[in-house]
């Protein structure tokens, strides 16, 4: 099934869109292997370089803090010159990083090439997902997501057994050594891939500037919150200056972007983000999320390495059951989503809580030999609900971000996780710590208790911003309502888009937002049309690939609009004048139809789509119309909550939808407004 001709903006060539993918995926294993073999190293290094306790700390952390101060500047350099560039630059400086460690013959030349290291990632990281984003959507969109977690998982299998081995048969000068070149062939790779790939191309608007300023002060804010967590021996007068500097730098930034944006300059934290709750509700659960199941993975391995005196390998090789259970599950997400929706995420987080619970009960009744067996298994469960969380929670936080700030969504998307890891880590292995006696049964229950409330918290920040898109509505319509279904072999005449043409231009404030009355030929109302059938027609996918010809060709048919039959056409525009959704009404018969009921996601959360239907409903009155009828689809549960509670029920299917078993319709009764 193909999207019914409206002259929308023609799709990414799919097969240029794999081998940006793949880019991608080559660059994401060589910086997520580096992650996750880095740890193993530690006790070498400390030998062969006669590193202090300082020296490993900022060994450890040098990675992580760079790699986060690079993520937005990278992201924004991303969306004003283009990612190709930046990619490779940041591929390169990430590979002499590594080449630069592992040659370091002093234990400081060695952070330093870890600063570089974690820069050049950072760098390559914001460029990833904004390629993703530039060239997927929807469901395909998840999907390079899922593939993009399920890299992390098979770099999480791979790294600890890679590393374990090199250091088991190499002399210890050497074995570390060889660890830190491991991502070096992959990254080449990747630069590769990258110049040959990925194309030259610029985005639309160049011209918004790069509000250096902001960059700067939002990297003073970084470092002066991350420092107190790599050296948490810093004298405490010294620590609580950092936390007030912390103060004056954040009220400083706010004021900076408040005074560039009212330049009519574009600022760092791009207001379109700020403004939308589904961005910055995603964000909070990934800071609440991601930082807390990283926080698990560390103190289960420091409990088992030094509590339970387990050897590495071993230890990494009963975790890989769940790091494989995370990959496969990453791999079907595509699938769930288009299944399921959002809703996967707060299913994912319920898993998870539960997991954690049991693990609590766990460490209560369990010991040595039988304790281990049964985190084994537990983990298990949290990698499937893990791959489940990841790749959704993405898709949907940053398909929330307006096409020219993807670069710049996706690195704060990116940092939020950082600053999560940074800090769970830390407090949950203070914890597990704390007594001064080593790890114990009981601090690791108290430090799993920690990442359960946290996962908790993110269960329901998810569960509520749920509610809150039911509340402003999801996309309406089914997966082509107001346009033709093009199947193989089918091309309906119906789908050429013309007039009406004679509306007077009416435009009316529904609180924040303006309505405007426009033709079914506008240019804008064709792009918004465009963009519901990319993030609607892949959740019916499976339905309509399982049809005949036959049952094809009349649904086609059924789906199929002349748009003469359009008497009404809306768009609600944001404050800046933008058209952000879009609403019609089409004449079936003696009743009128609503149609193609659409807002995009970063504007969803402020009752946009409740002001487009109270539209809809005024100029159904002034018609003499006595009610509207509308049809969805069973795959658009948000929709469904929508519609019931602005007084819509449920009514039998009326044609032409009757053939889509799928179908759901709906009815109001109109009260005209006494004067």
């Known amino acids: 099934m193909t999207r019914a001709a409206e002259s929308p903006p023609p799709a990414s060539d799919p097969v240029a869109a794999r081998a940006a993918l793949s880019c991608c995926l080559a660059a994401g294993f060589a910086t997520l292997l580096d992650a996750t073999m880095v740890a193993y190293t530690a006790p070498t290094v400390v030998s062969t370089l006669d590193a202090t306790t300082s020296g490993v700390q900022w060994f450890l952390a040098a990675y992580s803090l760079t790699f986060g101060l690079g993520l937005v ?62 060239t997927s959507h929807g469901t395909a969109r998840v999907r390079a997501l899922g593939a993009y977690s399920a890299v992390g998982a098979l770099a999480a299998i791979v790294g600890p057994l890679a590393g374990g081995i090199l250091l088991a048969v190499l002399p210890p000068g050497v074995g570390w050594r060889a660890v830190l070149l491991t991502p070096v062939p992959f990254a080449a790779v990747a630069i590769w891939r990258g110049l040959r790939f990925l194309p030259r191309s610029r985005p639309a608007q160049l011209t918004a500037g790069l509000d250096l300023p902001g960059i700067a002060l939002l990297g003073a804010i970084v470092v002066a919150v991350t420092l107190p967590v790599i050296d948490p021996g810093m004298p405490p007068a010294l620590a609580a200056g950092t936390f007030g500097a912390v103060a004056v730098l954040a009220v400083a930034l706010v004021v900076w972007e408040r005074a560039y944006a009212r330049r009519g300059r574009l600022p760092l934290f791009a207001p379109a983000l700020l403004r939308s709750g589904g961005f910055v509700a995603g964000n909070v659960v990934a800071l609440l999320w991601f930082g807390s199941l990283l926080a698990l993975s560390t103190v289960v391995t420091v409990f088992f390495l030094q509590a339970q005196q387990l050897p590495a390998l071993l230890l990494a090789a009963c975790l890989v059951p769940a790091s494989l ?177 004679d509306t007077d231009g009416m435009t009316a404030t529904r609180g924040p937002w303006t309505i405007e009355r426009v033709a079914w030929s506008d240019e804008r109302a064709v792009a918004l049309r465009a963009a519901m059938d990319d993030e609607i027609s892949p959740r019916y996918a499976e339905v309509f690939a399982s049809f005949d010809d036959e049952t094809a060709a009349l649904l086609a048919q059924d789906f199929a609009v002349d748009p003469a039959t359009i008497v009404e056409v809306v768009l609600v525009l944001d404050a800046r004048g933008e058209a952000v959704g879009h609403a019609a009404l089409r004449a079936l018969g003696d009743e009128l139809e609503v149609k193609r009921v659409f807002v995009h996601r970063h504007a969803r959360g402020g009752g946009a789509s409740r002001a487009l239907m109270a539209a809809l409903e005024d100029l159904a009155i002034e018609r003499g119309a006595a009610r509207l009828i509308l049809q969805t689809g069973d795959r658009q549960p948000e929709a469904i909550a929508l519609y019931e509670r602005i007084g819509y029920h449920p009514i039998a299917t009326f044609a032409p939808y009757v053939r889509f078993a799928a179908s759901r319709c709906f009815a109001k009764t109109l009260t005209p407004v006494r004067a």
């Open 325 to 501: 259970a995370r990959l496969i599950t990453s791999r079907a997400s595509g699938a769930i989503f288009a299944r399921f929706g959002s809703t996967a995420i707060p299913a994912g987080l319920a898993i998870e809580f539960a997991c954690l619970l049991a693990l609590l009960v766990v460490t209560l009744v369990a010991e040595s030999g039988a304790l281990f067996a049964a985190v084994v298994a537990i983990q298990i469960a949290m990698g499937v609900a893990g791959g489940l969380v990841e790749p959704t929670l993405r898709a949907v936080t940053l398909g929330f971000a307006p096409p020219t700030l993807h670069g710049v969504a996706a690195s704060f998307l990116q940092l939020t996780q950082r600053l999560s890891a940074t800090f769970f880590v830390a407090l949950a292995t203070g914890v597990l710590l704390g007594a001064g006696a080593g790890p114990t049964t009981g601090s690791l229950r108290v430090a799993i208790l920690v990442c359960a409330a946290a996962v908790l918290a993110a269960l329901a920040v998810a569960c509520w911003s749920s509610r809150r898109r039911a509340a402003d509505g999801i996309p309406s319509g089914g997966p082509t309502a107001g346009t033709a279904l093009v199947l193989p072999g089918v091309s309906p005449s119906s789908a050429v888009p013309h007039g009406p043409d």
């Open 73 to 134: 500047p990278a992201g924004r350099l991303g969306d004003a010159f283009g990612r190709r560039g930046l990619f490779v630059g940041g591929m390169l400086v990430f590979l002499v990083g590594a080449i630069a460690s592992a040659l370091a013959p002093t234990v400081w030349l060695l952070v330093a090439g870890r600063f570089a290291q974690g820069l050049g990632a950072g760098f390559i990281s914001a460029q990833v997902l904004g390629i993703i984003q530039d």
